[in-house]
């Protein structure tokens, strides 16, 4: 089974830089498509940056150019690398893995890490 940690969250100020880090410990996932998730109190969780299986890097508009999504299959790890960070990216920070078969998917969850950013 997939099991995934997230670690690296702290409390920061504003200009600072963070790499999260998503650990799959229950095997390898490079065929997984994963992403990093974000909710903030009182808010919805909101999608901030995804890798999925073929490559590809997908960012929300809020995060574009200042956030990096990258994978290191031999570490069987995920890291969003966070630059310039602003107050409105605070938030506990979620891991996600999808894998989609033909007739049936599989999805995981990270327990989550907190994100905090003063102005």
């Known amino acids: 089974q997939v099991q995934l940690v997230e670690s690296g969250g702290g409390l920061l100020q504003a200009g600072d830089s963070l790499t999260l880090t998503c650990a799959n410990s229950g095997g390898v996932f490079e065929l997984y498509d994963v992403a990093w998730h974000r909710q903030a109190p009182g808010m919805e969780r909101v999608l901030v940056a995804e890798?999925?299986?073929?490559?590809?890097?997908i960012y929300a508009d809020s995060v574009k150019g200042r956030f990096i999504i990258s994978r290191d299959n031999a570490k069987n790890t995920v890291t969003l690398q966070m630059n310039n960070l602003k107050p409105e990216d605070s938030g506990v920070y979620y891991c996600?893995?999808?894998?989609?078969?033909?007739?049936?998917?599989?999805?995981?969850w990270g327990q989550g890490t907190q994100v905090t950013v003063s102005p």
């Open positions: 996600h893995a999808h894998r989609q078969g033909i007739t049936r998917g599989w999805e995981y």
């Open positions: 890798i999925p299986a073929d490559g590809r890097r």
